[in-house]
């Protein structure tokens, strides 16, 4: 099963999927799971050449291409905007917002690059500057793992405690449907 596909509701079983998600949770628990992306980025720079690479640089490029964007645009375009509209006036959210896109837009960059270094382990293709590519996913790694300690511990507290229930609800069903699940 690929990466994305965890996200996608299961057919045929005749279950019945929420028309909207906890977003603030659902924004939490992916965390959770980039927390496994940086420690299985780690693992791969500290043996390029380890049994298991192969599938660790498959399982790390299918979320780099999958999964991470969506939730890119979960918060970017889905969270951000609902905040902004709510507290326009607020330098605090203004702060915070900007911050948030500049971060994923550095981090997108960084990703790209990563990218074509796992997509060459992934099928066990020599890497053309090995150090180069290890302190890349070093940085990258560095990087989310700040990113995520700072959205967990202020921006989805923050978010939390200006957006009004209706707010929640709307995005909530907005990330349904950008993740399919109705
Ligand atoms: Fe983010
Ligand atoms: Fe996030």
Same mark, same amino acid.
């Given at each position: 099963? $690929? ?11 005749? $279950? ?16 959770? #799971? $980039? ?71 550095s ?15 992934? #099928? ?30 202020e ?5 939390r405690? #200006? ?20």
């Open positions: 099963m $690929q990466t994305s596909d965890r996200l996608r509701p299961l057919t045929g079983t005749g $279950q019945k999927w929420p028309r909207r998600l906890l977003p603030l949770e659902t924004l939490n628990y992916e965390h959770l #799971r $980039q927390k496994c992306l940086c420690n299985l980025l780690g693992r791969i720079v500290d043996d390029l050449y380890a049994s298991d690479t192969i599938k660790s640089a498959a399982w790390a490029l299918d979320y780099l291409e999958n999964v991470l964007p969506l939730h890119v645009s979960d918060e970017t375009e889905d969270l951000v905007p609902r905040l902004l509209e709510h507290d326009a006036a607020d330098e605090a959210v203004g702060k915070a917002c900007r911050a948030l896109v500049h971060e994923h837009e981090d997108g960059l960084l990703a790209a690059k990563i990218k074509v270094g796992l997509e060459l382990l992934s #099928r066990a293709r020599p890497l053309p500057r090995p150090l180069d590519f290890i302190v890349d996913v070093l940085t990258f790694e560095e990087n989310l793992r700040r990113h995520v300690a700072w959205e967990n511990a921006f989805l507290p923050l978010a405690h #200006r957006l009004a229930s209706e707010d929640l609800s709307s995005l909530g069903s907005a990330m349904a449907r950008r993740h399919g699940l109705f």
